[in-house]
Structure formats: C-alpha cells, structure tokens
C-alpha cells in the first residue's frame, strides 16, 4: 500500500472514498466529520439521530456521497465511548476500517489526521498507520489459486490543512511504516513453513538486512560452533540435515553508545527430537522460531529508525529433529559457559540454544540482554494466548519493559524467580539438569536461562501464547502475531530517553 500526505481538507477532497471516525451517539460531532457533515447538509448527524449508525466501537458503515462531495463515497466508523478512548482503541479502529474498506473491494481513500485528547498528529499518525498496515495484513504467499480474488487497498492519501501539520504527519508515517513492515517481516517469517524458512534461510535473510542496512554480520557454522565450545547449541542441531546457523547482527558498532543485546529463540521446526511431540498440531511447530523472527526484524527497524543504540542481536537457529546424530535423554551437554546439563527432554531444547546464545552475548558487556522465546508450553497455560510472561533480575530493566508494554499493549505479566525452584533443576550427574517437574514449568525455565547471565541485567520474554493466534484481534490475524516487535523498539526508543533525563535528574542533584 502507498501512503502519502497531501494538505487539504476532507469536504473539499475528491477521493474514491473518504475514511470518518465518530464517537458513539449522542457525542456531538467534532473535527473533519463535523465538517464534513456541514457540507453534507446534515447527513451524518441526522443517520446517527435516527439510530442507522451509533458510532460503536469499531462499527462501520459506507454511504454513497451522490455528487454532494468530491469523494465518491463515505466509510463512518466507531470510536466507542468518549471517555474510554485511547491509542489501542485507536489502532483497533483503524484496523476495522481498513479491513471494511479492503473488503468492500475499494483500493484507494483519505482520511484526514486531526489530533485530539491530548495526542499529538505525529503520535496520532503513528498508531492509525500501525492500526492500519497491521491490521490488512494478509499471508498469501504461496497461494495459487484464484489470486485474481485476492484484495488489497493501493493507496491511503492522508490529509493535513497547513504546512506544520503535513509535516508532523508524515513524520508519524514514516515511523508508523518502520514499525508496521517490521512486524509484518516477523509475522511472514512466522508463517512460512518449515521447508521454506529454514536456518539457511534466516541467515540469508540477516546478510541482506545486514547489507541494506550497514551492519555487522557473522554467521557461525556448526562445525565453528562447536570449536567455540556451544556443546548446547550444536546438539540440537546435530539431529537436523539443514545446518544450524548462529547468527550474530551488530548495528551502531563501535560507536561508544549503549549496548542492549537481544537474543531470539530460533528454532524453525520442532518436532521434539528423541522426546517426540504428539503429532496434532505439531504442524505449529515452524511458529518455534518467533523470537528469531522478532529479534532480526526489530534489528532491521531500529537501524531504519536510527535508534543511538548499539544494538547485538544473537540467533541460534536449527531444526530439532530426531535422527542417528540427535542428542538423547540422558546426554550430559557442556555449554559455553563450562556449565554442564543433563538432558531430561531433548523436547525442552530452546533452553539449551539460548543458553549458549546468553553467554555468548555476555562478550559484549551489555547494559541489558533480553531473550525472545517461545518457551514453554506452562506459559501459555498460565497467562494465555495474550499476555507474554515476563522474568529477569533487574527491576529497573523490567520496569522499563513494562513501561513499554503499556504503550504498545502489547501485554506481559511479571513472574518469579525464586531461587527455590532451582530445586527441581538439580542433577545428580551434571551441574543441573534441563527440565524439572510440570509444575511451575514456565518458573523453572527461566530459572534455567538465569543460570547463563551472571550479573548482567537481564529480562526473558516467554512469547508461547501471543506468538501465534487462532482467534484473530482486531489488528492481530490468525496466525504468527509479529509480537514483541512494537514492544522491544518502543523500549529502545525510550532507552535514550530515560538516560538523558537521568543524567539531567543527575546534574540538577550536583548543583
């Protein structure tokens, strides 16, 4: 879809469609659709009196203009009550109406950005774009039948009425673009299967990104891996025909700037290995690598972004597959970090990976690592398909993700680490082993992964539930959801933020 901005004022803008948000009946109408309204003759209040839209929350509605206007035709949508208005409900908003008018067969329409409640027009513009590009999003790649039905909008106009204004929107558009494409990269790596989005292919995909965007990028072999010590990582991927590849990413190197290493589970198909999964729904089993898929797209976002960040991404990708060479129970691995498991479940494999990833990652001496990993299936039975759990040995760095969180609403709810759980890790054999007892399975996983962070600040995302859906959300298809994209750049975002108003709070204090 192209988006451009163009200063004008919808009654005014001869267009296909014109796109008109309202607040539910009896709220007096305000801004461009009051305006709009005005040169209708009174045509939307009189529908929205006589109860033919009431302007619900992501209610929709077209109407033909029959000559009145310029545009051609109107889409009146819902905003819901006035005062429980806010950005979520704002891209939510923005979703249905675009699906409404893609689906309505329409490929071109405007809509006028008119700041409101306190929200900026480059605040506004970014989360009606997001809203927008993520909420058409569709995955038909390698669909070949009857593409000819297949719909799609090609062009959104945005309008603004003075210079100032056009140039704060297309400010908002182009971050509003940035972070729609990255999340659409994370959700189109989810979704492609595993034969096609293999290992090889995510490194691929980092050396162009890495190319595109002027990056550092290593990708490490097994054969490599295993001469650096990752007796974890190379285990896993010996059970697999599609070499594993370690994928390390730097953007802003060697810049003196902070440093925030993200690690992604990347695990592009997962069968269980040896501890075999049942076979229903192992075909969700390419949706392993979700934390790969956001790490290298929030890398790629970032650079767009120009965040002053120095930026490492890791991504120990592999298959874990069973075979002649995979690793078995019983196995005792050492790691990278001279720590050696005992393998209980060759099922419980990510943990193994990351391990080896998280101590690599400590090479860097980061301010903060934060993993990305579809970890455990205990996640998902304790906060569902919406919320992320969220673990780590900082509060500060934890805050600040919750921070973001509540931003981008993209959910995540806080869960121990109490080092009594590390009771179910003891071996008898090894320094630990790589599962412990069913419960408190998402606990004891992060307890794990917490063993190969020393001191560093530290936070570990368990993506199971969000990172792929059945049910879809209003900008949220079935399917791989892109999370943890928005909420990791708008954690990055504000990291240089926070810093310099510290470093203020600081001198202020000196003087």
Known sequence: MEVKVEKSRPEKFPCELLLLFSFEFPEA?????QNVDLEWKGFISTLMKQGDFKGELFECRLCYTQGVLPAKRVVLTGLGKRGEFDLEKW??????????????????????????????????????????????????????????????????????????????????LKTGQIISEAVCLARDLVNGPSNEVTPSVLAEKARQIAKDQSMEIQVVEVSQAEAMGMGAFVAVAKGSQEPGKFIILEYNKGKGLDTIALVGKGITFDSGGISLKPSENMDRMKEDMSGAAAVLATLEAASKLQLPLHLV???????????????????????????????ISTDAEGRLILSDALTYSLRYQPKAIIDLATLTGACVVALGDYTIGLFGNDESLLKRIEEASARTREKVWRMPLWEEYFEYLKSDVADFKNVGTRAAGAIIGGIFLSKFIEKTPWAHLDIA???????????????????????????????????????????SNEI
């Open 465 to 507: 539930g969000p990172a792929s859906i059945e049910k879809e959300r209003p900008y949220i298809p079935r399917g791989g959801t892109g999370v943890g994209v928005r909420l990791l750049l708008q954690l990055l975002k504000d990291w240089q933020k926070d810093r310099i108003s510290n470093v203020k709070a600081q001198s």
């Open 29 to 33: 109408l305000a801004g461009p659709i």
């Open 91 to 172: 891209r939510g908003a923005a979703s249905k109406a675009g699906q409404f008018i893609r689906n309505s067969g329409i490929k071109q329409f405007a809509f006028q950005i008119e700041s409101f409640d306190g929200f900026s027009e480059e605040e506004f513009t970014e989360s009606f774009v997001i809203g927008l590009l993520l909420g058409v999003y569709q995955f038909n790649e390698f669909k070949t039948l009857e593409r000819e039905k297949i719909r799609a909008i090609e062009e959104l106009i945005l309008l603004g009425e003075k210079d100032e204004k056009t140039k704060r929107i297309g400010n908002g």
């Open 313 to 343: 991404g890791l991504l120990p990708a592999t298959e874990n597959l069973p075979s002649g060479k995979a690793y078995k129970p019983g196995d005792i691995l050492k790691t990278l970090s001279g720590q050696t498991v005992e393998v």
